[in-house]
């Protein structure tokens, strides 16, 4: 009998020395994260200018009341969902390395994945754009807008990537490292679009490392890079290629 693509996938799972996950908005959108763009993205409800780093500077308090309408009072409710703890589950066994995550809502490490690079920084931490001091969401009130530091008076800003920004170097050096060393590269939830981030599957794949696509739909890696696409939900996939595992 053939194997089936589960089968395969597990076997090479199994077989690699080292496994990295590159995660998108796709793993998410399973907890009630929306992602940004799409007919269904946040972005077809707000302008993505909140999130300009010139603008947010200029218009601190209409960028704020946004901020906190997404990230902090809707996405705050968020909670892990089967792919984040299959993930979570996967290091525990030693099958998988680490976590390339372009997603800012922490909900990796909420499932109990430790190694996680966030390619584009964390919505759970904030920063004062003055005395650079940080702070958890949690620790600072959100009752008047824009959030200013307590210590110096300062902006305060999430700690995640906004329009304008660069990548954080160690977080781009940590991932471009991930993917050299990588022999099987796990693609799950991403269409491939979002620069500079959707290059990081190509530099596994030039380095030799088989593509394991998880997708609802074909992204822009299914038919130039991946080697077994298994397409449906990220809980489903995720939880069936868990059970492969196991046995």
């Known amino acids: 009998m053939e194997k089936t693509l589960f089968e395969k996938a597990a076997d090479k799972l199994k077989k690699s020395t080292y496994t990295t996950a590159f995660t998108g908005a796709g793993i998410s959108v399973e907890s009630g994260i929306p992602p940004f763009r799409g007919p269904e993205g946040l972005w077809s409800k707000y302008d993505p200018v909140v ?113 304008g920004e660069g990548i954080p170097p160690r977080a781009y050096e940590k991932s471009l490292e991930a993917a050299r060393k990588a022999d099987v590269f796990l693609v799950i939830g991403t269409t491939g679009e979002i620069m500079p981030a959707s290059q990081i599957p190509f530099l596994a794949k030039e380095n030799g490392a088989f593509i394991i696509e998880v997708n609802t739909e074909p992204s822009n890696y299914t038919h130039t890079l991946t080697d077994i696409f298994l397409q449906g939900k990220a809980t489903v996939v995720m939880q069936t290629l868990l059970q492969h595992l196991m046995h």
């Open 51 to 163: 999130l300009d780093l010139n603008y947010f500077r200029q218009h601190p308090e209409k960028s704020w009341a946004v901020i906190k309408e997404i990230f902090y009072d809707f996405f705050g409710k968020a909670k892990p969902n089967a792919a984040h703890f299959a993930l979570a589950q996967m290091e525990k066994e030693g099958l998988l390395k680490n976590i390339i995550t372009q997603n800012i809502d922490n909900l990796h490490q909420e499932a109990g994945s430790q190694e996680v690079i966030e390619f584009h920084g964390n919505s759970h931490s904030l920063v004062c754009m003055q005395c650079g001091r940080t702070f958890q969401y949690r620790e600072i009130s959100m009752e008047t807008l824009p959030v200013r530091c307590p210590d110096c008076g300062g902006l305060v800003k999430p700690d995640f990537i906004f329009f």
